[in-house]
């Protein structure tokens, strides 16, 4: 049986973090999204070091033209901070995302570590198309959120090394996210993220995500390649919600198509769109 895990003592630092991090241990665990993985009996680490100083890397501020989120920011200030309608859609997580203890408490860094298939933070980054810093011995290297869950409790962080940062392109546009009940044996989709920038009427950058993971992908790429250069109107959101229910391992009938019924991936990337683009044009605050 493993001893029980204890807490290295010693001032706060990502040097220092990353040093640590980087010792062999038996039972190595990432530090960020440990608590929930410990419960899950998914980790049994035998040294723990706890980087949740609220300092270094608690922060949202815009740097040369990105919004940058520290690891260790509590969702209650990121949503906080939200404003405009391209990251709208981070207060619209913050009505749905565990109750208002969970999100004083939890940081953005050990929610996405954490990395839960139904995760909705993930997500909505993937949309916003944001990219993760993570920092080692040996630097830094940027994974595009797309890229950075590699399934259930599996990221792209590697032994030894700390996510650092989260970095969101700024720019004009909207966002939302859009959430239903799951329905018993049908689309595994229970919510969309979109992002939609625009030229005049025509949508010059789109971002899509579907929830959970196990939909099975992160985002809807081909939806997205569909989405640029179309004109921002209802019908062209309709196809792009037809497209990324492609993606979905939904309920099929006879023919091969997704049952309207059960598929809800179309639906909710329409709905998600539709709000994004209001948003885009200051016409949707809510």
Known sequence: MANAARPEPGAFSVERSVALLSRPRDGA?????????RTLRLAAPEVVRDVGDPGSLAYVRVVGGELRIGSLTRHADLVGSA???????????GRVLGDRAARGSATIGGVLC????AGVMAVVLVALRAS??????????TVPARDFRRGPHVTAVESGELLTEIRIPTGPGGSAYEKTDPLPGGCPATGAAASIRLDCDIVAAAGLGLIPAAAPRLGAAQAERFLVGSPAAQLTFQLAGQI????????????????????MAARLTARALRRALLRARGTGTR
């Open 29 to 37: 665990a990432r530090a960020q999204g440990l608590s929930a993985l």
């Open 132 to 141: 993760m810093i993570i920092r080692s011995q040996h630097g830094a290297r």
């Open 114 to 117: 954490e990395a839960d298939p």
């Open 244 to 263: 990324a229910a492609g993606d979905c391992e939904c309920s099929a009938d006879g023919r091969g198509m997704a049952s309207d019924t059960k598929c």
């Open 83 to 93: 404003t405009g309608g391209q990251f709208a859609i981070l207060r619209d997580v």
